[in-house]
């Protein structure tokens, strides 16, 4: 059974494997659903007041506390920092999930922490400093500024994911080669196959200024946040089947698992179990498409380390508003049905005829390559005619993790245009390899730079 996909979530991801956990071990959905109610009417509660009543269609607001409260010892200080000296707790993660049961559709977006906001009675700063009023802040900062409304709220901070993962007997995964990250304690020595116990698992989830060692010398992963996402990605999906796998093994360290998983997270007291399987039934898809994860598109903001809300971002917060439909997935389109253009936008000798080969060799119709109006564009562009946005999307899960997907009702003689940008690394001949940073019109601007030590490999 194979539960990985194109997820950013690293918070969701280890509460769907806790109940798709249960429902493997407890006999069935009726067994499944009383043993899971009973657990979580023990987790803690959050003091929320600011929900909006809940329909099958719900948004979720998904909280990463950056709290240090738990620690009490010389090892813990030299991790994590003290509460004293980090100064109360922020939201290290914001995402919010929209869930549609019937359309089995998905939707999560990333806020990044350092968007500039209006936050109630505290003015202008970053998002995630509204946390420090507590959850129902952070809720009227989104309604304020994004008119997004919040049905349910779920949160977890850096104690409860360690605990998690020791819960579970660590977490066993590959990295491509030694790393580190001497702000979060990381240290790898050796490439090849990990176990990760909450310590370590934990300074890798956390990992902003990551360094792997290659060619003699350690280098420093550029991409920052966009890396530490795709990290946290490789690993989560590690997470969840080895959770799988020890439960269906010993049910004991599976209760221990979903007894520390429900201790370490709080959520809103009108939450129950039917909520999360509707969150789960979406989110569980190992289809590209099921779920869409992607990042408030932003821009660089009027304050010095700041981000804002792009003009694209609209459309995102549209869609969390259900003021829209979700983008047609490509499920139905095979690729003899798409006619393809690649043009040349680096100027690179040959880079368009090369990739239109591979394409027809895919087995796409191709109409021809030539060089785009200009060079220098930074980021390929996937740009689709009237209609044929499911075709768009086909072709970019060919693209290794890159593309930004764009409308182009000029199109006459292609149902399809690739216009390779910098970032631009090749065409694979099977959909959905390395599709990672494939992002549309309404994703994040995200580095050229191919985010390290995010690799995906059974171990």
Known sequence: MSLTSPARAWVIRYLIALFLVVSLTTGGVAGAYWFAERKLAGAPTAQVTKLEASGKVANYLIVGSDSRDFVDDAAELKAFGSEKKVGGQRADVIMIARVDPKTKKGLLVSIPRDTWVSIPDLGRNKINAAYLKGPDRVIQTIKQNFDIPINHY??????????????????????????????????????????????QALAWARSRAYQHFESGRWKTDPTADIGRISRQQVFIGALMQQAIRSGLRDPRKLNRFANETLKNIKRDEDLRVKDLLRLASVFKSSQLGAVEMIAMPYQNGRVRGSLEPAPEADAVFARLRGDVLAPPDDANVTPAEVKVRVLNGTGEAGQAVDALAVLGEAGFTTVGSGDASSYGASQTQVRYGTGDEAKARLIARHLLGIGRIVADPTLRDADVVIVTGKDFRGISRRAGEDVSGVTTTTAAKSSAAKPKGAKEQAC
């Open 154 to 199: 779920i949160e977890i901070n850096f104690e409860g994911f360690r605990n998690i993962v020791d819960a579970i007997g660590g977490v066993r995964m590959y990295v491509p080669s030694p790393a580190r990250d001497t702000v979060t304690g990381l240290s790898v020595k050796t490439a090849g196959c990990q176990t990760f116990g909450g310590v």
